[in-house]
């Protein structure tokens, strides 16, 4: 595939058009295809737009934590972004988008297995995520960030240490007084698709002891849990 057709087709991937497509190729330019090309030939390469993507995609998820889930610690926080742009999670992602497939690499890079390579893998969608910021500004990074990153980001947040324990630790307080499981109910669902908030109680004996509202069904859930247990605790301390 020729660099034309793969600026195209990976516009069509990321599902955002470039003003200024050079961007985009410079993104994909990895400096050992650079050091291959003649000195007045020479592209640049991608690892000023990497460290532009690495910053700003730091701040995408950071603000995106902080919003989705107020009770999280600064280290929860810390720790599901540091997951999310860890050379493996980034290179889970940039294989969603097929980028090794686009990718201007030096003949030796590429024998070596470089498309392969999680590293590579990382970095390249840094780069992509950085020139589609100098590109289009915020606003465009924003929109293709959180198709890519905020199912992840919801997830992580529901399956953090904290509130992951809140609904298997709420059930086990209610079996050792002898009491029956609880029962979690969908009150309502609003927001776009892309944008869905889900509002959950939970009920114990038939009493609401807990609500939760969250970007997944499952965080709401954890999130009512976790209210009920601190609710049931207090109960038990009286």
Request: charged residues 30%; negative net charge; proline residues 4%.
């Given at each position: 595939?020729?660099?034309?057709?793969?600026?195209?087709?990976?516009?069509?991937?990321?599902?955002?058009?470039?003003?200024?497509?050079?961007?985009?190729?410079?993104?994909?330019?990895?400096?050992?295809?650079?050091?291959?090309?003649?000195?007045?030939?020479?592209?640049?390469?991608?690892?000023?737009?990497?460290?532009?993507?690495?910053?700003?995609?730091?701040?995408?998820?950071?603000?995106?934590?902080?919003?989705?889930?107020?009770?999280?610690?600064?280290?929860?926080?810390?720790?599901?972004?540091?997951?999310?742009?860890?050379?493996?999670?980034?290179?889970?992602?940039?294989?969603?988008?097929?980028?090794?497939?686009?990718?201007?690499?030096?003949?030796?890079?590429?024998?070596?297995?470089?498309?392969?390579?999680?590293?590579?893998?990382?970095?390249?969608?840094?780069?992509?995520?950085?020139?589609?910021?100098?590109?289009?500004?915020?606003?465009?990074?924003?929109?293709?960030?959180?198709?890519?990153?905020?199912?992840?980001?919801?997830?992580?947040?529901?399956?953090?240490?904290?509130?992951?324990?809140?609904?298997?630790?709420?059930?086990?307080?209610?079996?050792?007084?002898?009491?029956?499981?609880?029962?979690?109910?969908?009150?309502?669902?609003?927001?776009?698709?892309?944008?869905?908030?889900?509002?959950?109680?939970?009920?114990?004996?038939?009493?609401?002891?807990?609500?939760?509202?969250?970007?997944?069904?499952?965080?709401?859930?954890?999130?009512?849990?976790?209210?009920?247990?601190?609710n049931v605790q207090k109960l038990c301390d009286e």
């Amino acid at each position: 595939m020729d660099i034309t057709s793969a600026i195209a087709a990976l516009q069509e991937r990321l599902d955002y058009r470039f003003n200024d497509p050079m961007l985009l190729k410079t993104a994909l330019t990895h400096k050992s295809f650079r050091n291959e090309q003649p000195a007045d030939m020479a592209p640049d390469d991608n690892e000023r737009l990497e460290f532009l993507g690495d910053a700003v995609l730091d701040l995408f998820i950071g603000e995106r934590l902080y919003e989705i889930e107020p009770s999280l610690t600064e280290g929860e926080m810390t720790r599901v972004r540091a997951e999310l742009v860890s050379e493996v999670g980034l290179a889970r992602v940039s294989r969603t988008l097929q980028l090794g497939e686009y990718l201007l690499l030096g003949r030796g890079e590429r024998k070596s297995g470089g498309p392969g390579k999680d590293s590579l893998q990382a970095n390249t969608l840094e780069a992509v995520i950085g020139a589609i910021f100098r590109d289009g500004g915020w606003q465009a990074l924003t929109t293709v960030a959180a198709r890519l990153f905020l199912p992840l980001i919801i997830d992580s947040v529901a399956q953090s240490a904290d509130s992951a324990d809140s609904k298997s630790r709420l059930q086990e307080l209610l079996q050792a007084q002898g009491k029956k499981p609880p029962e979690y109910r969908l009150i309502e669902t609003e927001g776009p698709d892309h944008d869905r908030r889900y509002r959950v109680e939970v009920l114990i004996d038939g009493q609401r002891a807990g609500f939760g509202s969250g970007r997944s069904k499952k965080l709401a859930q954890q999130v009512a849990a976790r209210e009920a247990l601190l609710n049931v605790q207090k109960l038990c301390d009286e």
